[in-house]
């Protein structure tokens, strides 16, 4: 059981990454699913939010309006797309699936049943 998380790198201010989440070893159908980041000295936070089949999300004020979080169910995978990148959204960006059975968005950064290992973003002046 595995998420990988991939995508990221060093981006200038005010450009674009899409990082992807691939799941293995279990369907991401039943599950949940949200992006996470975490800066040097900082707490994790979430900066997106997905239920199950897509059709609720959440995003936090810092990164709503730019990022977007979308799934493919069929490819077992999760996107975030992240537009108009800031200084501050430099960090190291994590995936993570929780098993639910209405599809409902989940928020908070506790009880996930799976995180991906993590892909740097580093946005440059």
């Known amino acids: 059981v595995q998420l990988q998380a991939s995508g990221g790198g060093l981006v200038q201010a005010g450009g674009s990454l899409r990082l992807s989440c691939a799941a293995s070893?279990?369907?991401?159908?039943?599950?949940?699913v949200g992006w996470f980041r975490q800066a040097p000295g900082k707490e994790r936070e979430g900066v997106a939010y997905i239920s199950r089949r897509g059709t609720s999300t959440y995003y936090p004020d810092s990164v709503r309006g730019r990022f977007t979080i979308s799934r493919d169910n069929a490819k077992n995978t999760i996107y975030l797309q992240m537009n108009s990148l800031k200084l501050e959204d430099t960090a190291v960006y994590y995936c993570?699936?929780?098993?639910?059975?209405?599809?409902?968005?989940?928020?908070?950064?506790?009880?996930?049943?799976?995180w991906g290992q993590g892909t740097q973003v580093t946005v440059s002046s």
């Open positions: 993570a699936a929780r098993s639910i059975l209405k599809d409902v968005v989940l928020t908070g950064v506790t009880g996930w049943d799976y």
């Open positions: 070893g279990f369907t991401l159908d039943y599950f949940a």
